[in-house]
């Protein structure tokens, strides 16, 4: 950690500054330039961390060099981890699919969309029971309803289900019924969703924040981390931007690219959200693959025009086939393996509850 | 709400249209341009409003001519709602004065702030218990212990006090303890806390999300509004910005305005999580209560070095009292009455618990 | 300058950045902390301020201590600028009204709006003659002719003009019709023109860009200033935002504030352009007063659905003229001159072409 | 173009508007909605477009339906561009790859890069000999006699030159020396430097500004095709973001896709401003190919810690030469045509000066 002193910081307060640096077990080794005293702190930077240093008089800035992340870190754990997901894996060089409706509206259209998803190439089926709507009036979810409808779906054509959770209260619930537990975008920095979803034992998909910046996310993966559960699998689905005519948000490629640098976390992409606009989708989605995101969360709906949620913006079943085609000569490129469906079926049966 | 067709729509898709609108029980006008054919739609537009008329082929934009809040909009208040908190007015010509430390610390520094910030002319005494700290590794705040600390410190001050609920199962045991619940801007958009805030019978600060637009705030309040509690106070705290090396967010004091002509509710305006700065802050809080706020939340530390959080966006009292001074002659330019600190005392000690 | 290495730095590395350092006649201090090494440069930081150290290798990050401005920093005129536009001031506790049309239409519209804005309290007259607009077959202004009413409109009123220049070729030609040149939003980066309007003697009016930090901002001034013409008047005119619906830009009230602590140069506020908004034109110009803007830039137009740019966003003179008031009583409040019309009418004659 | 009108709108109002649009030779045909009244215009658009209906009193809305621009648009062109830089074509099944250092610093230097991204397999060589640099301080670039450096490299190795032209008074001296000009980001606005490059007979490069929604971007190429150049080739580098501890800029990769449809014209992505960090750039370059970019720009230096400009986001040639590699397996996928070094030697040469 760096503290940079004001320009006319006195002697008193750099003293200060060097006494509270060695009050709690730490060195500072001073550096007096023409127009700045800067102030380096020797030892372990974290018992240091959450001293409010910035608050103390004379105190320009204070600039850490560790981030505030360790178990998310690439640090921590070099080779990229591998998040199983009964049996389908993730990361390294697994290139997961992720597919079906935004809402799990009833059993039969969740049979139809399920079989066309794994038809196509799909891997895991999604499916929301718990949807944090923004209007207060627009459909909730089927709730536990729902999650019987995705667990039979899923059952039916073998594929592990992922379902979103909104409510600590539910958490246990969901982890009944699902193989991976969703934290929405809305709900990143919820800390108390966080820390209960770090108390099962199933893998998370943990979706980036329209306002989060990538230490945001890694922080948020982290509180799920410290709690024990070591399965987490990030999401990029855009951030706030101001071309609302072009996309509902920015699809920020960049961010997979740096976030496989600095962590050693699996991170997907889901251009359904992240754009909004079944047309732009394929794109931003083999876009995502290129910048080497390990796996693809796709919308899918065969009767959007029905749909009780964001019907718009789904693929048919079709599209997402094609897609799906494309994508995997994309993996074949950047050497990872996208499953083919039917060994698929075959290796993830028998974890399959 | 209005249905701009494509350019190349056939007319077998403008009968799809025309067919599921009346079967909502709604009437379609269709006017036929050079270049467009719109469909007008007469009825009462909510029955349509979830309608995914956009995923019906041929559709290019749905405009809807109503906003998607019904209880917040000013329409359903044409009068500016006055909220009270245990006796403290906000709204109308009642201007607000919430004051306090970032976190409870422990007893003797919230006595110290308490009296210090009353001593200032500030209302509402705040103060958080549970702690949304990005990091996991940071304080998290002292719980129910905090909410002791802050209601003894804010009785033997006579100020009603408020502090922040993160999760849906503490609600209760807030609403046992505060005057009023804060909902944080991390947990805007948590739908299962507003769901429960809006089922006490205490008034909600609801802080703007960093990537919320207006409508997502007024949707926000109308979750807690359409529970049964009409109590809900707004408040801008910034949003994300790109020059992060002079203001932790971008305050924006227009939207004070904005919320002020399109909602009853009242707004009031958080400088220092909106500016991070403390040379910023008395800048911005004029600067809002000049735009129309009704009451402005400032953070408060005597000892800002030794601060659990945020200390260093903290005003000193006397720097807090300088203010409320500006403030108050605001105020008065604005024919607002800032309720003098002897007569305040009194009003609010039977209302106070 | 502080040059911070990567962790897995080598000697040899090291070596080489202090060589870099000494070899243009600085010293190298160099701070071995536990987990990163730092080295501070010592000396004439502007010596090394565009020598590429960040490109060496093993060069984590390199943070300046200095701004990058110097003729714009507070510190190179402790004492706020005033700057003087044909007699009217700008700056310290002059608090400037500048106001009219957003492009000159004919000799009568300017006529009658100069009249009306200069009766209503206005101190400067404001009309394009060159419009930048963002389609080619926009009007895009009556250029010489327009300055030419302009010109003629300010000097019946007994009151500056200011315009806006957006060719470099035709900042001769302004500056012989215009008392202050502006240079727009979308030129703030047009380092050409920049460095021309540096070379004339007039003042100059430099709004800020939609994505301009305050460093650019200062910077493009700064460009002005190394020019020779001392008298760069800065404008707020609103970023970018994502909240599009409740107003054109967002409006940065706190960047007010923040300019003049790094700054000496005058900033003044264009509630019009960042909102787009009549109905928050005068709660955003109030607030820009209130965080200290040394005057307000408004667009009042008489017959707004005539007009034939941004009629939708002028004030009524009827408007402005109340607005006015308020900004008078504010001024007043915060100890601010806002010289009254017939003083300036009085005050500007003589000086006026 | 469809005018919503306000709520309590009067007759009297509607009936204003109705003439207004009847004046200029359209019909306006009513749409009374339970809520809201509409008019739709019928007749030609363009008549009315830049009518300030907005400001209409009982106006609440505009909606154009034709897009603003109209040269660029897909429409005028179904089938998608293709432009031509002395031989070497942008567009359709034509992937171009453009490289080359940041600024132009020295004969040796320039020979030596250019000679390495020839071999590597670029196309068109690229330097700058006006650098716009935020900071008057800085490298301006070596002006003219920087422009013969670039073109005797480019001469050496047959390869056309791209360069920046920043002052419409040099357009004519850059049309001289290059091959193809470059309108720069903080250009894209700078509508008196488009109409310049709308007048000379070479391809233009035109970057987007860094708050340019799509249309903006669009309605800047339009004024460029509106002067009678035909061969505007558009550019992604990058939009403000919030996240700059991960990248300079944020990459907008789902625009390239949104252009594609949107216009006819190319567009290519320039990874490197877009990010600044070298080890994002390759992944950001796939991605913007695998949305369907028409080319890659990238700045490439050998020797990056002597550059005096932007070295640190440059790539070494090594880097260079092992990202065409990938570029070339990724455009054979996606059925484009990365012409072979030796083969574009023979069909650029005589083209080319």
Same mark, same amino acid.
């Given at each position: 950690?760096?503290?940079?002193?004001?320009?006319?910081?006195?002697?008193?307060?750099?003293?200060?500054?060097?006494?509270?640096?060695?009050?709690?077990?730490?060195?500072?080794? @001073?550096?007096?330039?023409?127009? &700045?005293?800067?102030?380096?702190?020797?030892?372990?930077?974290?018992?240091?961390?959450?001293?409010?240093?910035?608050?103390?008089?004379?105190?320009? %800035?204070?600039?850490?060099?560790?981030?505030?992340?360790?178990?998310?870190?690439?640090?921590?754990?070099?080779?990229?981890?591998?998040?199983?997901?009964?049996?389908?894996?993730?990361?390294?060089?697994? *290139?997961?699919?992720?597919?079906?409706?935004?809402?799990?509206?009833? %059993?039969?259209?969740?049979?139809?969309?399920?079989?066309?998803? #794994?038809?196509?190439?799909?891997?895991?089926?999604?499916?929301?029971?718990? #949807?944090?709507?923004t209007s207060p009036y627009a459909f909730q979810g089927l709730e536990e309803e729902g999650l019987k409808i995705l667990r039979a779906a899923g059952d039916?054509?073998?594929?592990?289900?992922?379902?979103?959770?909104? !409510?600590?209260?539910?958490?246990? *619930?969901?982890?009944?019924?699902?193989?991976? @537990?969703?934290?929405?975008?809305?709900?990143?920095?919820?800390?108390? *969703?966080?820390? %209960?979803?770090?108390?099962?034992? #199933?893998?998370?998909?943990?979706? &980036?924040?329209?306002?989060?910046?990538? $230490?945001?996310? @890694?922080?948020?993966?982290?509180?799920?981390?410290?709690?024990?559960?070591?399965?987490?699998?990030?999401?990029?689905?855009?951030?706030?931007?101001?071309? $609302?005519?072009?996309?509902? +948000?920015?699809?920020?490629?960049?961010?997979?690219?740096?976030?496989?640098?600095?962590?050693?976390?699996?991170?997907?992409?889901?251009?359904?959200?992240?754009?909004?606009?079944?047309? @732009?989708?394929?794109?931003?989605?083999?876009?995502?693959?290129?910048?080497?995101?390990?796996?693809?969360?796709?919308?899918?709906?065969? &009767?959007?025009?029905?749909?009780?949620?964001?019907?718009?913006?789904?693929?048919?079943?079709?599209?997402?086939?094609?897609?799906v085609t494309q994508i995997r000569q994309l993996a074949e490129l950047f050497g #990872?393996?996208?499953?083919?469906?039917?060994?698929? +079926?075959?290796? $993830?049966?028998? !974890?399959?509850?």
């Amino acid at each position: 950690m760096i503290v940079i002193l004001e320009p006319n910081v006195t002697e008193t307060q750099i003293q200060n500054v060097v006494d509270r640096i060695q009050a709690v077990g730490l060195s500072a080794h @001073l550096s007096r330039g023409t127009y &700045r005293t800067i102030v380096g702190i020797i030892g372990d930077e974290e018992k240091i961390q959450f001293e409010p240093l910035l608050a103390l008089p004379g105190v320009s %800035e204070v600039i850490p060099v560790l981030p505030p992340y360790k178990l998310a870190s690439r640090e921590a754990h070099p080779r990229g981890s591998i998040v199983e997901v009964a049996g389908v894996k993730i990361g390294g060089d697994h *290139l997961a699919l992720i597919a079906g409706p935004c809402a799990v509206e009833n %059993e039969d259209q969740m049979h139809r969309i399920a079989q066309a998803v #794994k038809q196509a190439g799909a891997h895991i089926l999604r499916g929301g029971a718990f #949807k944090p709507r923004t209007s207060p009036y627009a459909f909730q979810g089927l709730e536990e309803e729902g999650l019987k409808i995705l667990r039979a779906a899923g059952d039916a054509q073998h594929m592990p289900v992922v379902t979103e959770v909104t !409510d600590p209260r539910c958490v246990g *619930l969901v982890d009944e019924y699902a193989d991976m @537990l969703q934290v929405g975008a809305r709900n990143m920095q919820n800390f108390v *969703l966080l820390k %209960e979803v770090g108390k099962v034992q #199933k893998p998370v998909l943990l979706k &980036r924040g329209m306002s989060a910046t990538v $230490t945001d996310l @890694l922080m948020s993966a982290e509180y799920i981390l410290s709690q024990g559960n070591s399965r987490v699998v990030l999401c990029e689905r855009g951030v706030r931007g101001f071309d $609302t005519k072009i996309a509902r +948000n920015l699809f920020d490629v960049a961010t997979v690219a740096a976030v496989k640098q600095l962590s050693h976390l699996p991170i997907i992409v889901d251009p359904s959200h992240a754009t909004g606009q079944p047309a @732009l989708v394929p794109h931003c989605a083999l876009a995502g693959v290129a910048a080497g995101a390990d796996g693809v969360h796709i919308e899918v709906h065969d &009767r959007p025009e029905e749909a009780k949620s964001d019907g718009a913006q789904a693929l048919l079943p079709l599209q997402f086939a094609a897609l799906v085609t494309q994508i995997r000569q994309l993996a074949e490129l950047f050497g #990872k393996t996208l499953t083919p469906t039917e060994e698929s +079926n075959r290796a $993830t049966t028998p !974890d399959c509850r």
